[in-house]
Every structure is written in C-alpha cells, then in structure tokens.
C-alpha cells in the first residue's frame, strides 16, 4: 500500500497560479488511478481530478476543467495538480488520491487559500 505526502499550497491572489505535489512511497504507485480532491470549509470533499495508472487518460471536474492539469511520473512516484487562473472558490484543502480495485489511500492535505 502506498502512502502519500501532498505539498506545494499556500496563499495566491486571484489569477494566479500553484503546482501541487503528491509523493508517494512504495514500489507499486504505477498501478493505481490517482486523483486530486478539495475540500472547502463547511462542504463535502470534491472530486478535481484524476489520472489513469499510465498517464494515459485524465478526467477533471467541470468547475477546473481548461485551469488545471493533472500529471503523474511513475519514474519518480510523484502525481502534480497545475492550477492556473485561480479563484477565490478554489480555496481548499487539497488531497491526494490513491485507487486501486477497493482500495483508497489518502494524504493528509495541502492548503490552499487563494484572495481576491
């Protein structure tokens, strides 16, 4: 089983810009779907995005889609969330998503605050 550390958040004016890193341990990160969820003060955790064990297909959340950009490199068992344009609505807290078959791991979340 994997285990992930998120980093790279902090605080950015509206319009800006910040790349999100998840490193995971383990000698089996290839095999799992990876994915970015946010969580807002007072709401559900929310899907933002996700990538297939290969790289080979991603899938965004409407609200995100054409302003962000998940990535994976297996070589280096690291997944990276690229957010442009920021809005104060994408304030968070940012967790990395591991999935295989049942299986879920979660990291411990990264904040994001973004002003306007």
């Known amino acids: 089983q994997v285990q992930l550390v998120e980093s790279g958040g902090g605080l950015v004016q509206a319009g800006g810009s910040l790349r999100l890193s998840c490193a995971a341990s383990?000698?089996?990160?290839?095999?799992?779907?990876m994915g970015w969820f946010r969580q807002a003060p007072g709401k559900e955790r929310e899907f933002v995005a996700s990538?297939?064990?290969?790289?080979?297909?991603?899938y965004y959340a409407n609200s995100v889609k054409g302003r962000f950009t998940i990535s994976r490199d297996n070589a280096k068992n690291t997944v990276s969330l690229q957010m442009n344009s920021l809005k104060p609505e994408d304030t968070a807290v940012y967790y990395c998503n591991a999935e295989r078959d049942l299986l879920k791991v979660w990291g411990q979340g990264t904040q994001v605050t973004v002003s306007s």
């Open positions: 990538i297939t064990w290969n790289g080979g297909s991603t």
């Open positions: 383990g000698r089996t990160f290839s095999t799992y779907t």
